[in-house]
Nanobody, 121 residues
Framework: QVQFVESGGGLVQSGGSLRLSCAASELMADYYAMGWYRQVLGKERELVAAIDSGGTTIYVNSVKGRFTISRDAAKNTVYLQMNSLKPEDTAVYYC???????????????WGQGTQVTVSS
């Protein structure tokens, strides 16, 4: 039974920064790939970034150069550092995990509960 604890969301002005954290249960294998998705009302959940066990990362084009995904395998934790935030980044952000980067970017098996990020203009 995989559980996640997400934190770091909040309110920030355009141009500001936030860091999201997602801590997984210790039953999560170190080789699992992890990622971040976001969702706004009336829109499908969208992949933001993902990272595999070897450190390879992918990003949606709209956040390249502004967001950085990282992980601490020893702590079963994934982070999303968000800089130069824009109002368009406003969404509920969800962490996710699966056995490979192929599956985590398509249909992750495990999801966090979500944390709200609001960027004001």
């Amino acid at each position: 039974q995989v559980q996640f604890v997400e934190s770091g969301g909040g309110l920030v002005q355009s141009g500001g920064s936030l860091r999201l954290s997602c801590a997984a249960s210790e039953l999560m294998a170190d080789y699992y790939a992890m990622g971040w998705y976001r969702q706004v009302l009336g829109k499908e959940r969208e992949l933001v970034a993902a990272i595999d066990s070897g450190g390879t990362t992918i990003y949606v084009n709209s956040v390249k150069g502004r967001f950085t995904i990282s992980r601490d395998a020893a702590k079963n934790t994934v982070y999303l550092q968000m800089n130069s935030l824009k109002p368009e980044d406003t969404a509920v952000y969800y962490c996710a995990a699966d056995r490979s980067i192929v599956t985590v970017v398509r249909r992750p098996a495990y999801w966090g509960q979500g944390t709200q990020v609001t960027v004001s203009s």
